[in-house]
């Protein structure tokens, strides 16, 4: 099993928009970002963006209307409500 930590975005990203596109880390590897619009599957591992890091989250549940917020479980256990810029581990 592969456990990921949180991934630093390199200054100067896509990162901060709500669109989609390709990113790059801080190590130089490319990463497609899906919008914070395009919802993400539910119980899947996932890379969500905060603050200009990739940080590891499950989607919990489904949601009403698309526009909802969603929630997500980090893997400390915390749960953060939101719409994020998402991709795959």
Same mark, same amino acid.
Not at 51 to 76: C, H, Q
Not at 82 to 87: D, E, V
């Given at each position: 099993?592969?456990?990921?930590? %949180?991934? #630093?975005? &390199? =200054?100067?990203?896509?990162?901060?928009?709500?669109?989609?596109?390709? %990113?790059?880390? *801080?190590?130089?590897?490319?990463? +497609?970002?899906?919008?914070?619009?395009? /919802? =993400? =599957?539910?119980?899947? #591992?996932?890379?969500?963006? /905060?603050?200009?890091?990739?940080? #590891? %989250?499950? *989607?919990?549940?489904?949601?009403? &209307? &698309?526009?909802?917020?969603?929630?997500?479980? /980090? #893997?400390?256990?915390? /749960?953060?409500?939101? *719409?994020? *810029? +998402?991709?795959? =581990?």
């Amino acid at each position: 099993m592969t456990t990921v930590t %949180a991934i #630093p975005m &390199k =200054p100067g990203n896509v990162s901060g928009s709500e669109g989609s596109g390709n %990113a790059t880390t *801080r190590h130089g590897e490319s990463v +497609w970002i899906n919008s914070n619009g395009v /919802l =993400p =599957p539910v119980d899947c #591992p996932l890379l969500i963006e /905060l603050s200009n890091v990739l940080v #590891p %989250a499950t *989607r919990t549940g489904f949601i009403a &209307k &698309k526009t909802d917020a969603m929630e997500y479980r /980090l #893997p400390n256990g915390a /749960l953060i409500h939101g *719409r994020y *810029r +998402w991709t795959y =581990p």
